[in-house]
């Protein structure tokens, strides 16, 4: 897999817990390495009105759009076939989706051609968020 980087150069830093922020990233990659296995994972950044909004795509298989809103539940698998035997368990974007919620921020699914897209802002300068109180921000 090739990894592409991708921001805008005047694009402000996180305001955010930095092992949280680690954690949703590597969770996001390790999703990619194991759905799409190759082609390109792209990281791209832009700031906006105290954001970051941060996009992962790959260039894997993707997720029907019907599932697209269900990836972030806990024990949900889009590819029915998969079990614990065969793919991982089924927790990972749930820890996202509350990692990103944490900072008071949203994330979303969607279909990429090919592959898929996820979407979430963090927030940048000097914003106060829930994870910042609980932990290190960074």
Do not use: C, W
């Not at 954690?23 to 390495?33: A, M, T």
């Not at 298989?61 to 590819?79: C, Q, Y």
């Not at 300068?125 to 109180?133: E, M, V």
């Amino acid at each position: 897999m090739t990894l592409d980087l991708a921001g805008a150069k005047d694009a402000p830093q996180l305001q955010a817990n930095r092992a949280l922020v680690v954690r949703l990233l590597g969770n996001l990659f390790e999703n990619s390495v194991r759905y799409a296995g190759h082609g390109t994972l792209s990281v791209a950044a832009a700031g906006d009105a105290g954001r970051v909004l941060i996009t992962v795509t790959d260039e894997g298989p993707g997720v029907d759009t019907t599932d697209l809103e269900r990836l972030f539940e806990p024990f949900f698998r889009a590819d029915r076939s998969r079990s614990r035997k065969t793919g991982a368990g089924g927790l990972g974007l749930m820890i996202v989706r509350r990692a990103v919620e944490t900072h008071g921020g949203s994330v979303l699914a969607r279909r990429s051609d090919p592959g898929l897209a996820v979407v979430f802002d963090l927030p940048s300068g000097t914003a106060r968020t829930t994870a910042d109180r609980s932990g290190s921000a960074g």
